[in-house]
């Protein structure tokens, strides 16, 4: 059962921009820490931003300043703007859902099958 599902991906040249999302249940939004991460070829998958159900976020120091994580608590989604982009932010971006610390050794993390993101002239 897919408990994520990512839009959004696509083609954009290096400057433009383009707004990630990532729909899950209403119990996992509520509760769950929501992020993305990304994949680049040949590399390890990374952290990209995080917000909690109280809407505290985190960003990856490439991102900071370029990309803004939110929410909308009405319709169970995460976004990830993403503006300013450059080549290198060219990957597969997954959403991912975090249980809270208290449960993180019985509540196992919830993923995304990936959108793409191409970033080329």
């Known amino acids: 059962q897919v408990q994520l599902v990512e839009s959004g991906g696509g083609l954009v040249q290096p400057g433009g921009s383009l707004r990630l999302s990532c729909a899950a249940s209403?119990?996992?939004?509520?509760?769950?820490?929501m992020g993305w991460y990304r994949q680049a070829p040949g590399k390890q998958r990374e952290l990209v931003a995080t917000i909690t159900s109280g809407s505290s976020t985190n960003y990856a120091d490439s991102v900071k300043g370029r990309f803004t994580i939110s929410r909308d608590n009405a319709k169970n989604t995460v976004y990830l703007q993403m503006n300013s982009l450059k080549p290198e932010d060219t990957a597969v971006y997954y959403c991912n859902a975090h249980p809270p610390p208290a449960f993180a050794g019985m509540w196992s993390d919830l993923w995304g099958q990936g959108t793409q993101v191409t970033v080329s002239s």
């Open positions: 209403r119990s996992i939004f509520s509760i769950y820490i």
